[in-house]
């Protein structure tokens, strides 16, 4: 199974200003790589897929970079509605898919 | 207007069943792989079982091999997860999930990442 690791657990941001979150495969994943946003009590929306292409209606702000094992993902102004958690997700490997535990993105 | 919409889940007691439903509308069912995604309370995102277009191929996670079994009826645009053997670790909220399909030159490609979620279902395992 492919372990998939997230930095930093927290991130604190303020409004206006550039996030960068982390994700590490255990093992390359080539860039069959997914992020996903979740916000309380809402199932995870798509963001980025393929490593860098963003799904249908996500803002420009968010851009994917990356490719083997190590990825990023990059929110380039936070807004308000962008405080919520991120996951990365692999799917180089069908079975299983895994994800990694998620960063936590909180208004400092 | 694409949606997914679980049904099923509740509180069931260790060792008790359940089965969970994902009934689809606004795409072409029988187009996609359909997932099970879990996520327990406070916890992060768990893939469970994967089922193919036409319900050739079939993926379990290694924590629920043996106790699940996914299917699919296309004509009426659902996916089923029946859950037995249930233990106080499988609480979580069961989400349904659709694969990303790419569409280039009239040859479409299915992606083990999902874009269309549903709401999710809750499943409370408890005496």
């Known amino acids: 199974e492919i372990v998939m690791t997230q930095s930093p657990a927290t991130l604190s941001v303020s409004p206006g200003e550039r996030a960068t979150l982390s994700c590490r495969a255990s093992q390359s994943v080539s860039s069959k790589l997914a992020w996903y946003q979740q916000k309380p009590g809402q199932a995870p929306r798509l963001l980025i897929y393929g490593a860098s292409t963003r799904a249908t209606g996500i803002p420009v702000r968010f851009s994917g970079g990356g490719s083997g094992t190590e990825f990023t993902l990059t929110i380039s102004s936070l807004q308000s509605e962008d405080f919520a958690v991120y996951y990365c997700?692999?799917?180089?490997?069908?079975?299983?898919?895994?994800f990694g535990g998620g960063t936590k993105v909180e208004i400092k | 207007e694409v949606q997914l919409v679980e049904s099923g889940g509740g509180l069931v007691k260790p060792g008790g069943s359940l089965r969970l439903s994902c009934e689809v509308s606004?795409?072409?069912?029988?187009?996609?792989?359909m997932n099970w995604v879990r996520q327990s309370p406070g916890k992060g995102l768990e893939w469970v079982s994967s089922i193919s277009k036409s319900g050739t191929y079939i993926y379990y996670a290694d924590s629920m091999k043996g106790r699940i079994t996914i299917s699919r009826d296309n004509a009426k645009n659902s996916v089923f997860l029946q859950m037995n053997s249930l233990r106080d670790e499988d609480t979580a909220v069961y989400y349904c999930?659709?694969?990303?399909?790419?569409?280039?030159?009239?040859?479409?490609?299915?992606?083990?990442?999902?874009?269309?979620w549903g709401h999710g279902t809750m499943v409370t395992v408890s005496s």
């Open positions: 997700q692999q799917y180089n490997t069908r079975d299983p898919v895994t």
């Open positions: 606004g795409f072409t069912f029988s187009d996609y792989t």
């Open positions: 999930a659709r694969d990303v399909m790419l569409s280039f030159g009239g040859v479409t490609m299915l992606l083990d990442a999902f874009d269309m």
